[in-house]
Every structure is written in structure tokens, then in C-alpha cells.
């Protein structure tokens, strides 16, 4: 049964199976358009797996074309702090985001006003994560928590407290990794901040 978060594309990968032939024999049209709850027969499959979630496909979801009114987008430091480790798109050190230090329990807000589109601790390394869509074009990535405060499906206003700052997942200390997406591709958030 396909959870939340899921793609075809993952689910196929992950029992190294055949991506069109899958969405063939379950009659999807569309491989990129699978529903949560929807049940995939998976040829060969003695037992069902666990399939990761990834931070890319999450922030690729659209959830509908909603006509909600996006505020100019002038990004806000989530947390003040130290930064302890600067945006690098050099594949050898690739660093998708900005991490900044602070004590745990730090509250985390809202960089701008959106719509959270993940609220959980699935996508692997980063622990509780926090994802908010704030148009069709940008995401901001919000990691590490110690506790998410903000459900998937809700609005949050600019600087609402969304969550604390934590070390969960991968980290070697408390910090926020923050990240802001255009498109889907991560960017700078240094070029974005006020």
C-alpha cells in the first residue's frame, strides 16, 4: 500500500522492478500520479519493503493548484545563531543548505508565510523535518528538529514558531539545516535571508 510521501519511481526502485511494466500491470497512466493508500502489485515481491522518502520528492509535490495568495516572498532567519556550515554546491563537499548553532529547544520560525507540506522524521539524515511550499516555485527546508510544532496541511503565518531546534537525524550537534528550494533545485539561502 503506497504511504504518504511515496513515488512509483521509489517504490519500482526499491524491488528492482521495471518502472513501466509496474505502472502497466496496475493500469497508471500517469507513474507520477500514485494516491497514498492505493494498493501496487509488484511482480516477484515475497514480502513487502521499505521504501525511503526522500527530501527531493517531497518538495517536487504540487498538492493542487490552489489559488491561495502568495505574499511577496522576502525570506527571514528561521533561528539566530552561528553559521556553522555555508550552502556548497561543489559535488565533493555538496551542502544543500546553511546550518546555524544554537541551543537546543531553540524556537524555529517560519521563513515566510506557506503551506506545510511535510511534518515527520522518514526522509533519511535529517531527522524531524519540517517542509513549508510558499509558492509554486519555492520550499524551505527546516531540519534537526527536537520537536515539530506545525501538521502536514496546515498554513503558517511568517515567523510563526514551527518547531525547536534539535539534533535529530544525522548531525553532530544542535543546529538548524535550513534550506531554501527553487524549483525543486536547492539555492543559496544566503542570497535569500533579511
Known amino acids: 500500500m503506497v504511504e504518504r510521501h511515496q513515488t512509483l519511481y521509489r517504490i519500482c526502485k526499491t524491488y528492482g522492478v521495471d ?9 497508471i497512466a500517469d507513474p507520477s500520479k500514485i494516491e497514498t493508500g492505493q494498493r501496487i502489485f509488484i511482480p516477484g515481491a515475497k514480502k513487502a519493503l521499505k521504501v525511503e522518502i526522500y527530501i527531493d520528492d517531497v518538495a517536487a509535490e504540487q498538492g493542487g493548484k490552489s489559488k491561495i495568495a502568495y505574499k511577496k516572498l522576502d525570506f527571514v532567519w528561521p533561528v539566530k545563531g552561528k553559521i556553522s ?8 563537499k ?24 511535510y511534518s515527520n522524521n522518514t526522509v533519511r539524515g535529517y531527522g524531524n523535518l519540517i517542509i513549508l511550499r510558499h509558492s509554486e ?5 527546516y531540519a534537526h528538529n527536537q520537536v515539530n510544532l506545525v ?13 525547536r531546534v534539535g539534533e535529530s537525524g544525522r548531525t553532530s550537534g544542535p543546529h538548524l ?14 542570497l535569500f535571508l533579511k
Open 137 to 141: 516555485e519555492y520550499v524551505t527546508v
Open 177 to 190: 539545516h535550513f534550506e531554501i528550494r527553487r524549483k525543486n533545485k536547492a539555492v543559496d539561502p544566503l
Open 94 to 117: 555538496k551542502h544543500q543548505g546553511v546550518d546555524i548553532s544554537c541551543p537546543i529547544g531553540t524556537p524555529i520560525r517560519a521563513s515566510n508565510a506557506g503551506k506545510v507540506i
Open 151 to 163: 501538521k502536514e496541511g496546515t498554513w503558517v503565518e511568517k515567523e510563526q514558531i514551527i518547531g
Open 85 to 92: 556550515d555555508v550552502f556548497e554546491e561543489d559535488e565533493s
Open 19 to 27: 518502472l513501466k511494466r509496474v505502472a502497466s500491470l496496475n493500469g
